[in-house]
Protein backbone atom coordinates (compact mmCIF):
# COMPACT_ATOMS: atom_id res chain seq x y z
CA UNK A 1 0.00 0.00 0.00
CA UNK A 2 2.72 2.63 0.61
CA UNK A 3 4.20 1.64 -2.83
CA UNK A 4 0.84 2.04 -4.39
CA UNK A 5 0.63 5.90 -2.45
CA UNK A 6 4.20 6.80 -3.38
CA UNK A 7 3.32 6.27 -7.02
CA UNK A 8 -0.40 7.77 -6.95
CA UNK A 9 1.73 11.15 -5.08
CA UNK A 10 4.14 11.28 -7.67
CA UNK A 11 1.68 11.24 -10.54
CA UNK A 12 -0.37 13.32 -8.44
CA UNK A 13 2.48 16.14 -8.41
CA UNK A 14 4.69 15.51 -11.69
CA UNK A 15 1.52 15.25 -14.04
CA UNK A 16 -2.46 16.66 -12.19
CA UNK A 17 -0.42 19.51 -10.31
CA UNK A 18 -2.22 21.98 -12.15
CA UNK A 19 -5.22 20.86 -12.26
CA UNK A 20 -5.97 21.27 -8.56
CA UNK A 21 -5.95 25.05 -7.69
CA UNK A 22 -8.17 25.49 -11.05
CA UNK A 23 -10.99 22.65 -9.60
CA UNK A 24 -10.94 24.46 -6.43
CA UNK A 25 -11.71 27.83 -7.93
CA UNK A 26 -13.79 26.61 -9.83
CA UNK A 27 -15.95 24.65 -6.89
CA UNK A 28 -15.78 28.35 -4.75
CA UNK A 29 -17.05 29.80 -7.44
CA UNK A 30 -19.82 27.38 -8.38
CA UNK A 31 -20.83 27.30 -4.35
CA UNK A 32 -19.94 30.66 -3.20
CA UNK A 33 -19.00 29.20 0.28
CA UNK A 34 -15.37 30.72 1.21
CA UNK A 35 -15.98 30.40 4.57
CA UNK A 36 -16.25 27.24 7.34
CA UNK A 37 -15.54 23.81 7.18
CA UNK A 38 -14.74 22.19 3.99
CA UNK A 39 -13.79 18.34 3.29
CA UNK A 40 -11.61 16.77 0.34
CA UNK A 41 -13.00 13.33 0.32
CA UNK A 42 -10.55 10.68 -1.42
CA UNK A 43 -7.59 13.74 -0.93
CA UNK A 44 -4.82 11.23 -1.52
CA UNK A 45 -1.56 13.10 -0.92
CA UNK A 46 -3.45 16.66 -0.06
CA UNK A 47 -3.07 19.03 -3.50
CA UNK A 48 -6.89 20.01 -3.76
CA UNK A 49 -7.23 20.52 -0.35
CA UNK A 50 -4.10 22.92 -0.02
CA UNK A 51 -5.36 24.57 -2.55
CA UNK A 52 -8.85 25.22 -1.18
CA UNK A 53 -7.33 26.26 2.20
CA UNK A 54 -5.35 28.72 -0.02
CA UNK A 55 -7.72 30.45 -1.90
CA UNK A 56 -10.28 30.43 0.58
CA UNK A 57 -11.01 31.38 4.39
CA UNK A 58 -12.08 27.73 4.66
CA UNK A 59 -10.35 25.03 6.80
CA UNK A 60 -9.82 21.99 5.53
CA UNK A 61 -10.51 17.92 6.16
CA UNK A 62 -8.42 15.75 4.01
CA UNK A 63 -10.03 12.18 4.26
CA UNK A 64 -8.67 9.42 2.63
CA UNK A 65 -9.17 5.95 3.17
CA UNK A 66 -5.52 4.49 2.86
CA UNK A 67 -3.53 5.93 6.10
CA UNK A 68 0.31 6.15 3.90
CA UNK A 69 -1.81 8.84 2.32
CA UNK A 70 -2.94 10.88 4.91
CA UNK A 71 0.83 10.60 6.41
CA UNK A 72 1.42 11.91 2.82
CA UNK A 73 -0.91 14.93 3.10
CA UNK A 74 0.97 15.68 6.29
CA UNK A 75 3.62 16.74 4.74
CA UNK A 76 1.52 18.30 2.01
CA UNK A 77 0.09 20.25 4.40
CA UNK A 78 2.57 21.65 6.50
CA UNK A 79 2.79 24.81 4.37
CA UNK A 80 -0.77 25.55 6.27
CA UNK A 81 -0.98 23.10 9.06
CA UNK A 82 -3.56 24.98 10.60
CA UNK A 83 -5.91 25.17 7.75
CA UNK A 84 -5.70 21.47 6.61
CA UNK A 85 -6.20 18.61 8.80
CA UNK A 86 -5.65 14.63 7.30
CA UNK A 87 -7.99 12.13 8.42
CA UNK A 88 -7.96 8.96 7.80
CA UNK A 89 -11.57 7.65 7.20
CA UNK A 90 -14.47 5.22 5.21
CA UNK A 91 -16.55 7.78 2.90
CA UNK A 92 -19.32 5.35 3.83
CA UNK A 93 -18.96 5.74 7.53
CA UNK A 94 -17.45 9.38 8.40
CA UNK A 95 -16.60 10.28 11.75
CA UNK A 96 -17.64 14.06 11.54
CA UNK A 97 -21.08 15.22 12.72
CA UNK A 98 -23.90 16.15 11.37
CA UNK A 99 -24.52 19.46 9.46
CA UNK A 100 -20.71 20.27 10.07
CA UNK A 101 -19.64 20.97 6.80
CA UNK A 102 -20.05 24.06 4.20
CA UNK A 103 -18.61 22.40 1.05
CA UNK A 104 -17.35 19.17 0.46
CA UNK A 105 -15.15 18.35 -3.00
CA UNK A 106 -14.40 15.12 -4.21
CA UNK A 107 -12.37 14.96 -7.42
CA UNK A 108 -11.73 11.23 -8.64
CA UNK A 109 -12.61 9.11 -6.03
CA UNK A 110 -15.81 8.84 -6.81
CA UNK A 111 -15.35 5.57 -9.29
CA UNK A 112 -13.66 3.81 -5.76
CA UNK A 113 -16.48 4.09 -3.89
CA UNK A 114 -17.78 0.63 -2.89
CA UNK A 115 -21.60 1.86 -2.10
CA UNK A 116 -22.15 5.33 -3.42
CA UNK A 117 -25.72 5.48 -2.51
CA UNK A 118 -24.29 5.13 0.54
CA UNK A 119 -21.87 7.58 -0.33
CA UNK A 120 -24.19 10.09 -1.05
CA UNK A 121 -26.19 9.97 2.19
CA UNK A 122 -23.42 10.94 4.28
CA UNK A 123 -22.57 13.62 2.57
CA UNK A 124 -26.01 15.05 2.73
CA UNK A 125 -25.31 13.67 6.54
CA UNK A 126 -22.45 16.28 7.33
CA UNK A 127 -23.24 18.83 4.83
CA UNK A 128 -24.61 22.08 6.83
CA UNK A 129 -27.95 23.65 5.82
CA UNK A 130 -26.87 25.64 2.97
CA UNK A 131 -23.69 23.51 2.13
CA UNK A 132 -22.87 22.06 -1.25
CA UNK A 133 -20.77 18.92 -2.34
CA UNK A 134 -19.20 18.30 -5.70
CA UNK A 135 -18.06 15.06 -6.56
CA UNK A 136 -16.59 13.47 -9.41
CA UNK A 137 -13.44 13.33 -12.16
CA UNK A 138 -12.89 16.81 -13.84
CA UNK A 139 -9.65 17.80 -15.23
CA UNK A 140 -10.23 21.50 -14.59
CA UNK A 141 -10.28 22.48 -18.38
CA UNK A 142 -10.41 20.91 -21.72
CA UNK A 143 -6.66 22.33 -22.20
CA UNK A 144 -5.21 20.61 -19.04
CA UNK A 145 -7.52 17.27 -20.64
CA UNK A 146 -5.30 17.45 -23.11
CA UNK A 147 -2.37 17.67 -21.88
CA UNK A 148 -2.89 15.31 -18.91
CA UNK A 149 -4.07 12.39 -21.37
CA UNK A 150 -0.73 13.22 -23.58
CA UNK A 151 1.38 12.69 -20.73
CA UNK A 152 -0.28 9.71 -18.99
CA UNK A 153 -0.52 8.18 -22.87
CA UNK A 154 3.14 8.64 -22.50
CA UNK A 155 3.69 6.88 -19.35
CA UNK A 156 1.17 4.02 -19.54
CA UNK A 157 0.03 2.74 -22.80
CA UNK A 158 -3.52 1.58 -21.87
CA UNK A 159 -4.65 4.66 -20.22
CA UNK A 160 -7.81 5.02 -22.61
CA UNK A 161 -8.88 2.15 -21.64
CA UNK A 162 -8.31 2.38 -17.99
CA UNK A 163 -10.37 5.79 -18.55
CA UNK A 164 -13.36 4.12 -20.51
CA UNK A 165 -13.25 1.03 -17.70
CA UNK A 166 -13.24 3.54 -14.68
CA UNK A 167 -15.85 5.74 -16.38
CA UNK A 168 -18.41 3.02 -17.47
CA UNK A 169 -18.73 2.28 -13.58
CA UNK A 170 -19.84 5.74 -13.14
CA UNK A 171 -21.93 6.81 -16.42
CA UNK A 172 -24.45 9.66 -15.81
CA UNK A 173 -27.65 7.07 -15.92
CA UNK A 174 -25.89 4.77 -13.53
CA UNK A 175 -25.18 8.21 -11.23
CA UNK A 176 -28.68 9.15 -11.33
CA UNK A 177 -30.12 5.69 -10.06
CA UNK A 178 -27.74 5.92 -7.56
CA UNK A 179 -29.02 9.00 -6.45
CA UNK A 180 -32.34 8.32 -6.41
CA UNK A 181 -31.42 5.14 -4.45
CA UNK A 182 -29.62 6.84 -1.74
CA UNK A 183 -32.56 9.04 -1.11
CA UNK A 184 -30.70 12.92 -1.09
CA UNK A 185 -33.05 15.62 -1.28
CA UNK A 186 -31.30 17.83 -3.97
CA UNK A 187 -29.20 16.69 -6.27
CA UNK A 188 -27.81 16.63 -9.70
CA UNK A 189 -25.79 15.90 -12.68
CA UNK A 190 -23.06 18.81 -13.78
CA UNK A 191 -21.87 17.81 -17.06
CA UNK A 192 -18.76 19.87 -18.05
CA UNK A 193 -16.69 19.76 -21.02
CA UNK A 194 -13.83 18.83 -18.76
CA UNK A 195 -15.57 16.21 -17.11
CA UNK A 196 -18.77 15.67 -14.88
CA UNK A 197 -19.72 16.39 -11.16
CA UNK A 198 -22.34 14.89 -9.04
CA UNK A 199 -23.53 18.15 -7.08
CA UNK A 200 -26.00 17.53 -3.88
CA UNK A 201 -27.22 20.89 -1.82
CA UNK A 202 -28.51 20.76 1.33
CA UNK A 203 -31.81 23.78 1.97
CA UNK A 204 -31.32 26.73 3.77
CA UNK A 205 -34.24 26.04 5.84
CA UNK A 206 -34.62 22.19 6.06
CA UNK A 207 -38.32 21.37 6.84
CA UNK A 208 -38.79 19.77 10.29
CA UNK A 209 -41.69 17.40 10.59
CA UNK A 210 -43.50 17.13 13.82
CA UNK A 211 -44.62 13.99 15.49
CA UNK A 212 -48.26 13.54 15.38
Same mark, same amino acid.
Given at each position: ?? /?S?E ?9 ? #???Y???A????A?S??RD??A ?15 Q /?S?L???A? *?? *? ?7 Q /??AAG????V?PV ?7 P????A ?5 S??S ?5 D?A????E????L ?5 A ?10 L????? #??M ?10 I?R ?7 D????E?? #? ?9 K ?5 WVEI?? *??N ?5 A?
Amino acid at each position: MK /KSAEGFTRIAREVF #APIYPVIAEQVLAWSGIRDGLALDLGSGPGLLSVALAQ /KSNLSVIAL *DA *DPAMSRIAQ /KTAAGCPDRVTPVTADVHRMPIRDNAVSLIVSRGSIYFWNDRAQAFREIERVLRPGGVAFAGGSFGTPALRETIF #AEMRRRNPDWDRDIVRRSGQATIDVLRRELA #ASGVAHARIRKEEEGLWVEIRK *DQNPVIRHAR
